[in-house]
């Protein structure tokens, strides 16, 4: 019988058959999927005639279709859907996967055809597309190893293997220790908390059959905990954990998987020819050097320290108003932070929540996309791999564009965070394909579900990464929609941001989710009033993990990581109230694989253009300029990785960008440190 996971897809826009897919498909179909991209990998590398374009770097691109596709079903279930089958065969997968890379990255056949080309690429007759795909292919076999020595390529190999092994086993470490630890309340401890907090926290005891409701340590619970519960021995006790999460000591302790980690990164680079893993990493990037990143986060982390010991001050008299003595501790600030807020700017989180319900920020995003973009959205009625699941077709002027899977709530197979990924990518290509993308997001579940400003903000975040997948207008599927450097796929994400906080989307959208009426027009003056505040704090909490990431894969890498990250904390004068956002246990981003590894400083180096670009069209009158809207669609959307990022800048605004339109967007820009 003809696994489904390989067979014709009978389904409307051929999207994955999720009601039918079993997890004892995946197997077979990996193997079947990996014999076939072998199978083609060797005939490329032993073909008799010369290299070509077609025969070489065209027929690679196609070598891996059934295991794309196959992935593309498998890795995006795992994250958002984990069951014990799906999480042990990540943990066979990874090895054997990391296997093939290598086999393919350190053919020594293929790269000398990739070679050939190179040398004669003048003489080709590319395209520019084909250029730049020449180009990509022997940059990135050459970063690989290709060209090493056999004994430095068998070296190769095993890190990639043991570096997937042991990145996986980071992954799933966190995820246990976010299932398993909870927090029972009595009804006593739900005094002070918002009625959306309580029926989560009551529906989590249900879920896990407890007797009453419960705290855990999913993001979108225990955020709005430490802002409003009143007891400071429960905030504590629940940021302690949460704090905590793979630094337990017990089998999910993830402190010697980075260490080894960040050993097998040095030495890789250095196989490579470079001095540490933070030089190989940047090369490709916008950034180049780590002094350029250094130079771009110590600019602001000045302001932004200066801006949270002050407000500290603030917060730690309101704490000894209440009769706590000693000095403003982590599990504090959250909640002296609301009260400022609340008395400083009239501005109550638990009173935005109702105009800001799930339904209506959806329905705010697409008609965003709609006035920009032209795109419209259907929903679909198909099978999904879980009930909270939602599709929509996107077309534009009637055509087909792309699939969209919004998948929102919080559940305990879902991995924390938020994030944009793609079942299938566009390409023309080998077939011309339209793109099937999905955003996950931990919302809490609610009847209806109501959005807290900061979740509001991550939904339009996760869909400006949606566009730029949709929106992708490329010919090989190399570089389509989110395939550009790390320190520029923020961008379209952190731009669309902009749109949630336009005064007109708000009147539009922002409706109380009971009687329909607008937000009032002083509580949405007061919101946007309140745009810069506690921003000390969020910068702080940033860049402390940006600057950790750095240096951690600067130099020699620490024989000790959480010694180096205390080291890296007090030479910067970390403030002892704020926390890095992601302490060096948990800090998936950089150790559940190397897609942010001395790149978490990418999302203020996207930052400073997002806040230049909004200011583009601000300087054009409207936020829903047609023309600028459309140059952002050509010259950045459409365009993938098909041109360099600082070109695609360029072309749009005319200049690269420096810090100051970010530092106004923080409100950082007259702080004196």
Request: charged letters at 25%; hydrophobic letters at 45%; a negative charge.
């Amino acid at each position: 019988m003809t696994n489904v996971l390989l067979s014709d897809w009978a389904t409307p826009f051929s999207l994955p058959p999720f009601d039918v897919i079993r997890d004892e498909d995946f197997t077979p179909a990996f193997e079947t999927a990996l014999e076939a991209a072998r199978a083609r990998l060797a005939e490329i590398a032993g073909n008799p005639e010369p290299a070509s374009f077609s025969n070489t770097i065209e027929a690679l691109e196609l070598a891996e279709g059934e295991l794309n596709r196959v992935a593309g079903v498998f890795y995006n279930l795992a994250g958002a859907e984990a069951t014990p089958a799906r999480e042990a065969l990540q943990r066979e997968l990874a090895p054997k996967l990391a296997a093939w890379s290598s086999e393919r990255s350190l053919n020594p056949e293929v790269f000398a055809r990739i070679e050939t080309l190179w040398e004669s690429r003048g003489s080709l007759d590319l395209t520019a597309d084909q250029e730049r795909l020449l180009l990509l292919y022997r940059r990135g076999l050459v970063r690989a190893g290709a060209g090493l020595s056999a004994v430095k390529a068998a070296r190769m190999r095993e890190i990639n293997s043991r570096l997937a092994v042991i990145g996986t086993a980071f992954s799933q470490n966190l995820l246990a220790d976010e299932r398993s630890w909870f927090m029972d309340l009595a009804e006593a401890d739900l005094e002070g908390l918002p009625e959306f907090l309580v029926t989560a926290a009551r529906d989590e005891g249900a879920a896990r059959g407890r007797p009453g409701p419960v705290m855990t340590l999913s993001r979108s619970l225990i955020v709005p905990f430490l802002q409003f519960s009143p007891r400071r021995d429960l905030r504590e006790r629940a940021f302690r954990a949460w704090m905590a999460r793979g630094e337990s000591g017990g089998e999910t302790d993830n402190r010697a998987i980075v260490a080894e980690t960040l050993a097998l990164r040095h030495e890789r680079a250095q196989l490579l020819g470079y001095a540490d893993f933070a030089a190989f990493k940047l090369e490709t990037e916008m950034a180049k050097q780590p002094e350029a990143v250094e130079e771009l986060l110590m600019q602001v982390w000045a302001p932004a320290k200066a801006q949270a010991e002050a407000d500290a001050k603030r917060l730690e008299v309101m704490l000894h108003a209440d009769g706590h003595n000693g000095v403003l501790e982590p599990w504090d600030w959250r909640y002296y932070s609301e009260k400022r807020r609340r008395a400083e700017h009239d501005l109550d989180e638990a009173a935005l929540k109702p105009y800001l319900s799930l339904e209506a920020m959806i329905a705010a995003a697409f008609d965003c996309a709609n006035r920009l973009f032209g795109l419209e959205f259907r929903p679909l009625d198909v099978p999904l791999y879980h009930p909270d699941a939602r599709a929509w077709e996107v077309t534009k002027g009637g055509a087909h564009v792309a699939v969209f899977i919004g998948d929102y709530f919080a559940r305990s197979s879902k991995r924390s965070g938020a994030w944009m990924s793609a079942f299938r990518n566009q390409r023309k290509f080998g077939g011309r394909q339209s793109p099937v993308i999905v955003n996950v997001c931990n919302f809490v579940k609610g009847n209806p579900a109501l959005l807290s400003w900061d979740d509001a903000r991550t939904l339009f975040h996760e869909f400006g990464h949606a566009l730029h997948g949709m929106l992708s207008d490329v010919t090989y599927e190399s570089v389509s929609g989110t395939s550009v450097a790390r320190d520029f796929v923020e961008l379209p994400s952190q731009l669309y941001e902009h749109w949630l906080a336009v005064p007109e989307v708000l009147e539009k959208h922002a409706r109380h989710y009971k009687t329909g009426a607008p937000m009032p027009a002083d509580l949405r003056e007061r919101l946007l009033g309140a745009q810069t505040y506690d921003q000390g704090f969020s910068t702080v909490e940033y860049l402390a993990s940006a600057l950790v990431d750095l240096d951690f894969h600067r130099g020699a890498p620490p024989a000790d990581p959480m010694a180096r990250q205390a080291e890296v904390l007090a030479r910067i004068g970390m403030p002892r109230s704020i926390v890095m956002r992601h302490a060096t246990p948990h800090f998936g981003h950089v150790f559940s694989g190397g897609g942010y590894a001395a790149g978490y400083y990418s999302y203020m180096w996207s930052e400073v253009m997002d806040a230049d670009a909004f200011e583009a069209f601000e300087e054009a009158g409207s936020a829903f300029d047609p023309g600028m809207a459309a140059a952002l669609y050509e010259h950045i959307l459409s365009k993938g990785g098909s041109v360099e990022a600082d070109e695609l800048y360029r072309a749009f605004r005319g200049r690269l960008p420096g810090p100051e339109a970010l530092l106004k967007g923080r409100g950082l820009d007259k702080v004196t440190s």
